[in-house]
T-cell receptor
């Protein structure tokens, strides 16, 4: 049971570089989410998707883009990385409605921007 | 807009002692409330949730929480702490058709 898989798990970037984080889920969930976790800040929602081909902005969307071309995948892109984007990124998915379903999380991707 | 306040960023208890982690929420409509746990270097996993019905909710690993509308609280408790309970705990709230909003987390340390 893979559940939610994030790649890569670790990445170091220089300011201005671009990268994409991949999230894959094998539970046939409709809803997918990208959060970032920073010390003392809890989890903050970046973007989310309510189904294949849809995306929506969360609390902190600036500097990120997302795509959901396939139901099982949710990509998070950084076009021009900044040190403020140093964080641990978590992908999650859920089967039922946005507000009542249990979220299943990946193990996180630690990104450092120098 | 809904929000969550977790009182105490770090709580330390002795093994066998009561665990009490506090969560207060603000919401203009009846909320859905959740507690998640994060063990070191892992993602979050659901401990318990309140959506409707009984206000005392039991979760995994002996944890429970009580929804108190009059106090806008959803505190997490466990009668007897175990070393394996050491982790970070997040309260989350949602209402309507919006994604969960998480609190800033409380790190629980258990002392032998």
């Amino acid at each position: 049971n893979a559940g939610v898989t994030q790649t890569p798990k670790f990445r170091v970037l220089k300011t201005g570089q671009s990268m994409t984080l991949l999230c894959a889920q094998d539970m046939n969930h409709e809803y997918m989410y990208w959060y970032r976790q920073d010390p003392g800040m809890g989890l903050r929602l970046i973007h989310y998707s309510v189904g294949e081909g849809t995306t929506a902005k969360g609390e902190v969307p600036d500097g990120y883009n997302v795509s959901r071309l396939k139901k099982q995948n949710f990509l998070l892109g950084l076009e021009s990385a900044a040190p403020s984007q140093t964080s641990v990124y978590f992908c999650a998915s859920s089967r039922s409605a946005l507000n009542t379903g249990e979220l299943f999380f990946g193990e996180g991707s630690r990104l450092t921007v120098l | 807009a809904q929000s969550v306040t977790q009182l105490g960023s770090h709580v330390s208890v002795s093994e066998g002692a009561l665990v009490l982690l506090r969560c207060n929420y603000s919401s203009s409509v009846p909320p859905y409330l959740f507690w998640y746990v994060q063990y070191p270097n892992q993602g979050l996993q659901l401990l318990l949730k309140y959506t409707t019905g009984a206000t005392l909710v039991k979760g995994i690993n002996g944890f429970e929480a009580e929804f108190k509308k009059s106090e806008t609280s959803f505190h997490l408790t466990k009668p007897s702490a175990h070393m394996s309970d050491a982790a970070e705990y997040f309260c989350a709230v949602s209402r309507g058709n919006t994604p969960l909003v998480f609190g800033k987390g409380t790190r629980l340390s258990v002392i032998a």
